[in-house]
């Protein structure tokens, strides 16, 4: 079968300037504006260098970990949705969720490309103007963390000076996981999901149960299961690794920036973020892969 073409243009150009056609409109007094709506007066005037004199990269490392910040409440957004949506049963939309969470996390690895391009010496010479500033203390970051299950009240007193941030995560910490909301789907469809893992105290980070095996191996190995199950957990399964790919971009990004110095905020550096790569939110779904066809 033959593919449409695209049409030819109406007529070969002159120039480099193209004609605004007299349907464009161009006077916006009083109406809404893409600055307006987007806010672009403050958001590209959010970006304030501290170093003096102001060093060149540095505006590559604001805009770099501010954009980082935007993807990062976006994807906060939708795991809300997504646990939601999961709460009611309706996998295809919390499947539609999990599905723009997983491009976002692509943009959030390719990011480090970008951050990679300065240069040890770059940094050096405006790295100290940071002071006590780290990438540990982004609120939103521990957000979607604990939302996917990674849990841990100690990190609450990092945000005591934030009342915002910290209410955001005390508020997490005591609700259930997207992980919590999928195996209640999963028990009311009929699998037989632990009573004391439903009614687990949502708290406290996510523990491996081995009595979930079972129910993860039935459904992926019985020709009956309903399709929104299966794809969720590959879903989940595809979800912890984009995390952990970009988990994985971090720590080299860092190591080929700073190499073993310690961080900004106090911690180890790459010792500590290599610590960050034996974390996981769906143990089971990777445990019960051991179990099938065997």
């Not at 349907?23 to 109406?31: I, K, L, M, N, P």
């Not at 049963?89 to 391009?117: E, N, P």
């Not at 789907?185 to 699998?191: D, F, L, M, N, T």
């Not at 491996?208 to 929104?228: A, K, M, N, S």
Request: overall charge negative.
């Amino acid at each position: 079968m033959t593919q449409p073409q695209p049409s030819a243009p109406t007529q070969q150009p002159t120039s480099g300037v193209r004609t605004i056609e007299d349907s464009v409109r161009t006077d916006f007094h009083g109406a809404m504006t893409y600055g307006r709506y987007l806010d672009l007066d403050r958001l590209l005037n959010a970006q304030h260098p501290v170093s003096v004199p102001e060093h060149h990269d540095e505006m590559l490392f604001i805009i770099q970990h501010q954009t980082s910040e935007l993807w990062l409440k976006l994807m906060l957004h939708e795991l809300r949705e997504a646990r939601a949506r999961l709460a009611a049963d309706d996998l295809g939309m919390a499947l539609k969720c999990l599905a723009r969470v997983k491009a976002i996390q692509k943009q959030l690895t390719d990011q480090w490309t970008v951050l990679a391009t300065l240069t040890p010496r770059e940094y050096a010479q405006f790295r100290g103007d940071l002071g006590n500033a780290s990438g540990f203390q982004s609120y939103q970051y521990r957000a979607v963390e604990f939302i996917l299950g990674n849990k841990h009240r100690g990190m609450l007193k990092v945000f005591s000076s934030e009342p915002e941030a910290q209410a955001l995560l005390e508020g997490l910490l005591e609700e259930p996981t997207v992980y919590d909301e999928f195996l209640r789907a999963v028990a009311r469809a009929g699998y037989g999901v632990p009573e004391d893992i439903l009614t687990r105290d949502v708290s406290e980070p996510w523990t491996f149960h081995d009595d979930l095996l079972p129910v993860f191996r039935r459904i992926y190995e019985e020709e009956g299961t309903p399709w929104g199950l299966y794809e969720s957990c590959e879903a989940l399964v595809d979800v912890e690794d984009n995390f952990q790919f970009w988990r994985f971009r971090h720590l080299r990004t860092v190591q080929r920036t700073i190499g073993f110095k310690r961080g900004t905020g106090g911690s180890s550096g790459v010792d500590f973020l290599k610590r960050a790569l034996d974390l996981t939110f769906f143990p089971e779904l990777y445990a019960v892969r051991t179990e099938i066809g065997a």
